[in-house]
């Protein structure tokens, strides 16, 4: 493995993205924990509040001609919180979206009821309607073959907390699945029940494993399950 000709260094503190938490940095990628409500990319509506532009500023350290810039590997959704990797350089891109499907992704969710199996592996071919709303279909030419596992880590009178393996990654993957298993992820608007009361979609990347672009070292992410999911496991039904 050829080195570095000079040691990173990491960018001032006085540059970091508020809304964003650094998980790690180096010459070749850059790895955060991003919130819940927040888009990875821009869309129609929204082109200045995401991960991707706070990121750019963040890389150009206040300079606006600076030719640094973030690449984007993978996607969250918008009401999905968590591990989310970006490139700093096309080489580093094109290594992880190659790997990508070698990586090991955890993630962890609360969903409605008792799951009668408390672990298993959910499979369906996944496709996409005109409304850009994700489902599943038995024929192999519509849609794409999706796989997710899940164990059941804790449960309560009417929900029950999932750890989950991403073993493939199509859109709303996860959300679709566990709606098709009669277990909606807790909050979710599209593919769920309508809910009051619930402050976000109680869906959380929780950890991630790759091959670095330049090392070759396999490096694991890891953040915590967030708080409300755990509240939320507590509270009395009303």
């Not at 938490?21 to 995401?50: C, F, G, Q, W």
């Not at 009668?116 to 038995?138: D, F, P, R, W």
């Not at 009051?196 to 950890?207: D, E, M, N």
């Amino acid at each position: 493995m050829k080195k570095r000709a000079k040691k990173f260094k990491p960018t001032p503190k006085k540059y970091h993205p508020r809304s964003l938490t650094l998980l790690y940095e180096d010459h070749d990628i850059l790895v955060i924990e991003k919130p819940s409500a927040l888009l990875t990319m821009s869309n129609d509506r929204e082109r200045d509040k995401t991960a991707y532009a706070y990121l750019n500023d963040y890389v150009r350290k206040g300079v606006a001609k600076s030719r640094n810039r973030v690449f984007i590997v993978h996607r969250l959704d918008r009401e999905t919180s968590g591990v989310l990797v970006f490139a700093k350089h096309a080489d580093a891109q094109r290594h992880l979206q190659d790997e990508w499907a070698h990586f090991q992704k955890t993630y962890y969710a609360v969903v409605h009821g008792q799951l009668t199996q408390k672990e298993g592996v959910i499979t369906s071919y996944l496709a996409e309607n005109g409304v850009h709303k994700m489902y599943s279909t038995k024929d192999k030419k519509k849609g794409k073959l999706s796989k997710t596992a899940y164990r059941v880590v804790k449960e309560s009178q009417h929900h029950s907390l999932l750890q989950i393996e991403l073993l493939t990654g199509r859109k709303h993957q996860i959300r679709v699945h566990l709606a098709d298993a009669g277990h909606p992820v807790v909050g979710d608007k599209k593919y769920g029940p309508g809910e009051k009361g619930i402050k976000r979609l109680t869906l959380h990347a929780a950890s991630m494993t790759i091959t670095h672009p330049f090392s070759k070292e396999t490096m694991t992410f890891k953040t915590e399950i967030p708080p409300y999911f755990e509240a939320f496991m507590k509270k009395k039904p009303s």
